[in-house]
């Protein structure tokens, strides 16, 4: 088979560093509010949800 006709393999792009650093900063701040639970289950989603919250507008977080 001629090689200028074989399907290019899809390749995605790489994660950007700040996406990463992102997810990585509201996983650990998400474990954090875990923690303040008293590490009761039941709170994963609102914990992500707060942490993300953070993570987007550190100021008012820090103001509250």
Known sequence: MDK????????SAPESPAAVVTE???????????EQHGREDGHALDD????E????NPKSEAAA
């Open 4 to 11: 200028s006709k074989r399907p290019k393999a899809a390749v």
């Open 48 to 51: 992500w949800l707060a942490a």
């Open 24 to 34: 990585e900063l509201i996983r650990q701040r998400a474990y954090e509010l875990y």
């Open 53 to 56: 919250a953070e993570a987007r």
